[in-house]
Each structure stands twice: as structure tokens, then as C-alpha cells.
């Protein structure tokens, strides 16, 4: 069975700051993606990687994918309260065919 | 296009009941999917279908049954609901040769 743990679990910090999330898993992804959910609804994809070392620009968001294919970050620049939700990696393995959901991280920006 | 819809909205089930989520989607995606997110938490794979007639099993099957005869449909069965089963399910789907899964808004099932 493949795990993707992210970390931290929950981080609350103020508008204007900076902050990190890391996905983190011992098996190899073919691709890896990055969710945000809102409250009551569906996730909503940010970004795919595929590459080893990849690393792609949001505006505000930076996502890297490691060497190894196995593991991710999500770098928020000057944090805003439209950034609030749950964030969530998901990496395809093989054929990708089916996505595993990391754990999920809820992010709070206040005023 | 509507995209990904799912109903009910929201349903109270009690043990031992049964009941279909509905999921359809209209942009003539070939896979489609079933997850299960309890609170806060990442989603998990119960089922999945890469095209009309064929469906299998993901990382949560039990106690779920699917079907996909057409294209467009793909609904999830609860035959005897336990509290365990008491979650927020989601459909999804996906073009083949894309990454990209399209999520519906959701059903939230509570099991009493």
C-alpha cells in the first residue's frame, strides 16, 4: 500500500507570510498533483509534476517534485486569506490509473 | 456543461439500510471514481471504472457496490449501512492521457 504523509497537519499564520508543506512517501510516483479543497465542496487540482526535480510556478505557489519522485512541496508566498483550505497531494503510480491521497493539510491565513 | 454531479446533497441513513449515491458526469470522461473523506482528512479509493462495463476495486471496498453501464453514470451502493460508513463521498472523473480528476460537490452520509 503507497502513503503519502503530509506535513504539518494544520497551520494557522497571519496574512503576508510565508509557508511550506512537504508530501512525503517511500514509494515512486510516476506523477504527482496538488489539490485544494474548500468546504463543502470538491477538490479542485493546482498542479501536476512528472518530472524528477520539476519545479512549477502558480503565481503566488511554487510546487517541486523530488529527484526521486518521491516526495513534494508547495511554497506560498505572502499568504492570503483566499489561500485558507485544505490542501491535498496525490500521486499516480504506474499506468495512473488511481490517485493516493496524502493526508491532507488545513491551512488557516488571518487578517 | 454541469461537469461532475452527485446526488443527494445530504442523507441520514439508519443501520442495516441501503441506498445509491448517484454520480453522473457529461463530459464524456472514461474513468471514473468513488472516494470516501472523513473529517479533515485525505480521500480514499473505494472503487473506480476505466469505461463502461468495467469496474474494480480500490484501497476501501467493502460493504460497496458499483455499476457502470453507460459512460456518463456510476453509482455507488450501500447494502447494509454501518456507522463506519457515516463520511462525505465524492465522485470523480478523468479524460484518458490526462491527469486531471474533476470532482462533484459531494454527498455527506451520516449512518445512525
Known amino acids: 500500500t503507497q502513503l503519502l504523509e503530509q506535513s504539518p497537519q494544520f497551520l494557522s499564520i497571519q496574512e503576508g507570510e510565508n509557508l511550506t508543506v512537504y508530501c512525503n512517501s517511500s514509494s515512486v510516483f510516476s506523477s504527482l498533483q496538488w489539490y485544494r479543497q474548500e468546504p463543502g465542496e470538491g477538490p479542485v487540482l493546482l498542479v501536476t509534476v512528472v518530472t524528477g526535480g520539476e519545479v512549477k510556478k502558480l503565481k503566488r505557489l511554487t510546487f517541486q517534485f523530488g529527484d526521486a519522485r518521491k516526495d513534494s512541496s508547495l511554497h506560498i508566498t505572502a499568504a492570503q486569506p483566499g489561500d485558507t483550505g485544505l490542501y491535498l497531494c496525490a500521486g499516480a503510480a504506474g499506468g495512473g490509473n488511481k490517485l493516493t491521497f496524502g493526508t491532507g493539510t488545513q491551512l488557516k491565513v488571518e487578517l | ?112
Open chain 2, 1 to 112: 456543461n454541469a461537469g461532475v454531479t452527485q446526488t443527494p446533497k445530504f442523507r441520514i441513513l439508519k443501520i442495516g439500510q441501503s441506498m445509491t449515491l448517484q454520480c453522473t458526469q457529461d463530459m464524456n470522461h472514461n474513468y471514473m471514481y468513488w472516494y470516501r473523506q472523513d473529517p479533515g482528512m485525505g480521500l480514499k479509493l473505494i472503487y473506480y471504472s476505466v469505461g463502461a462495463g468495467i469496474t474494480d476495486k480500490g484501497e476501501v471496498p467493502n460493504g460497496y457496490n458499483v455499476s457502470r453501464s453507460t459512460t456518463e453514470d456510476f453509482p455507488l451502493r450501500l447494502e447494509l449501512a454501518a456507522p463506519s460508513q457515516t463520511s462525505v463521498y465524492f465522485c470523480a472523473s478523468r479524460l484518458q492521457g490526462f491527469y486531471e480528476q474533476y470532482f462533484g460537490p459531494g454527498t455527506r452520509l451520516t449512518v445512525t
